[in-house]
């Protein structure tokens, strides 16, 4: 490309097709980086009437010739994977890697994300940042599945290209690294994946589908478990204490209602149940009338009725069955 051709549309052209060679990995042709063809072709002149320098700090003496609208751009692309080629596995410099991370911000706020190769570069720097992250932070699962959830949703058409990277490594990601993520954003996610994946034969996601929907099983069941335990011992607990303690009716009022809330998780069978609220009512009746809540009262009288009806129904089925209820002379 001649010096003369680099009007301002196609200088924009140029810009971000040096701007991806740069983030993506820059390829070489010929042993020559790809973003060096395009460096020159910003710069006004072509490779062949510039030496390629041993290193990429060489490259400056080209940034003054290329136009001011884009060279503070260049230069930050420039030094900030400079920076991102110097985070390795053995790297524990936090302030290299956050200052990194911060710039990789930098730049994906200036890539307009309608998709084409815009999406390719602002994927390329999302998972930049994954990696990153991954590094300066291994325990913190939070902010690497966040860029995760970008990335996908990042995602507005694919043809097919990005079946692999980066929905079926979003996948993989999520499935070997975010176990403590909560289920249902993960599975969220998984869904998602899916519904954006065009080959769903080699891309099928059915298994991890169900190895997370028994995994929310699990945890569901544990967290039923831990509430009905939590409920028990609040109940006792306002039996035991509040209530003994309570200085007022409004008081009072209010936590007897809280334990016709919490009855439902007792170790009680249906009878009991059924009597335990009926005796709550009983006790709310008389504050509710004291308080001057007449309409509360009477609401309260129905469904004291209901509970001794049920009571009796249930005694009644249990005595059918051949169960034999103990008299108060019995026990």
Not at 35 to 42: D, G, K, P, T
Not at 45 to 56: G, M, Q, V, W
Not at 133 to 154: C, D, H, T, W
């Amino acid at each position: 490309m001649s010096p003369a051709a680099n009007t301002p549309d196609t200088l924009s052209e140029i810009f971000d097709k040096y701007r991806r060679a740069a983030i993506c990995g820059d390829y070489t042709i010929d042993t020559q980086p790809i973003s060096w063809f395009y460096l020159c072709a910003l710069a006004g002149t072509t490779p062949e009437n510039e030496s390629l320098p041993e290193h990429k700090e060489q490259w400056k003496r080209l940034y003054d010739r290329v136009p001011k609208k884009y060279r503070d751009a260049v230069i930050f692309i420039e030094n900030t994977m400079a920076d991102r080629y110097k985070i390795d596995a053995d790297c524990n410099d936090d302030e290299l890697m956050l200052k990194t991370a911060q710039n990789f911000q930098e730049i994906l706020k200036k890539v307009p994300n309608n998709g084409g190769e815009n999406t390719i570069v602002r994927q390329e720097i999302l998972n930049h940042l994954y990696s990153i992250y991954e590094q300066y932070s291994p325990g913190n699962q939070q902010i690497r599945f966040a860029i995760l959830k970008q990335m996908v949703r990042e995602i507005k058409h694919n043809d097919g290209s990005f079946d692999h990277n980066p929905l079926n490594i979003t996948a993989r990601r999520m499935e070997y690294f975010m176990r403590n993520m909560p289920i249902k954003e993960r599975y969220a996610l998984l869904l998602e994946i899916e519904k954006k994946t065009i080959d769903r034969t080699r891309y099928n996601y059915t298994y991890l589908k169900k190895l997370l929907s028994q995994e929310y099983e699990i945890e569901k069941n544990e967290q039923k478990q831990q509430e009905r335990e939590t409920n028990q011992q609040r109940y006792q607990q306002i039996r035991q204490t509040d209530l003994p303690s309570a200085q007022d009716n409004q008081t009072k009022i209010k936590l007897y209602k809280e334990l016709l809330a919490l009855i439902k998780d007792q170790e009680w069978g249906r009878t009991r149940k059924f009597n335990e609220k009926k005796t709550i009512y009983n006790h709310l009746i008389p504050l509710y009338q004291a308080e001057g809540m007449y309409e509360e009262a009477q609401k309260a009288k129905i469904e004291r009725q209901r509970f001794i009806d049920a009571s009796n129904a249930s005694r009644e089925a249990a005595r059918i069955k051949g169960y034999k209820y103990k008299t108060k002379n019995e026990r």
